[in-house]
């Protein structure tokens, strides 16, 4: 992230914080419990087969981005790629814009 210019996050779970490696929701159950925040209440966005496993089975609102068809329908939002994309956070919810 500093190679990028971004300053790290204040909350960061990386691979030595976490027992279990993705296919397994560690990973987003020690981020929402650091967060102070349910699982359900996180929003992921991934690609790749073992996290969106990960994802679905951590409980979090899943947005599979591109081809994939490991979530088999189980994904609640799809988009093609991040480059039109918007996403907000409001009390009942997330709201997702996406235009193609």
Known sequence: MHAAGL???????SAEKVTNCKPHP?????GAKALGIDPKEIMILED?????????SSGAYLTVVGDS????????FRIQDYKELAVSRQDDGFIIRYQA
């Open 7 to 13: 300053e790290l996050p204040e909350i960061v779970i």
């Open 26 to 30: 560690e990973g987003y159950l020690k």
């Open 48 to 56: 790749a087969a073992a996290v969106i496993n990960a994802a679905l």
């Open 69 to 76: 068809d490991a979530a088999q329908g189980r994904e609640s």
